[in-house]
């Protein structure tokens, strides 16, 4: 399965993105990562398959919204009230195997995409 992200950018404080992910076929959980420069990997928010539950980031609670059609194998990540401390490169993720109802750690995704890029500025 591959994934394809799109919809970063630049945006100002306080402004909104969303970004999209194109799955090429069936993953279960589908979550977005981000890696800010120096700081490693993690997870933002993920979506679990059937039940629709969602996992965030306590960064992220209230600001984010993680969501999922599973007709078009798209996952998209409504970002609102962004703040420069959410600066970084967005990746994409699809589950595999579902193992677990709703993976929440890298180790358990199967699948990346390329990421992109969401610069906040002040």
């Known amino acids: 399965v591959q994934l394809q992200a799109s919809g970063g950018g630049l945006v100002q404080a306080g402004g909104s993105l969303r970004l999209s992910c194109k799955a090429s076929g069936h993953t279960f959980s589908m979550g977005w990562f981000r890696q800010a420069p120096g700081k490693e990997r993690e997870i933002v928010a993920s979506?679990?398959?059937?039940?629709?539950?969602?996992y965030y980031a306590s960064s992220v609670k209230g600001r984010f919204t993680i969501s999922r059609d599973d007709a078009n194998n798209i996952v998209y990540l409504e970002m609102n009230n962004l703040k420069t401390e959410d600066t970084a490169v967005y990746y994409c993720a699809g589950e595999s195997d579902g193992r677990v109802a709703i993976a929440t750690a890298s180790e358990q995704y199967h699948y990346w995409g390329r990421g992109t890029l969401v610069t906040v500025s002040s």
């Open positions: 979506v679990a398959w059937l039940s629709r539950a969602t």
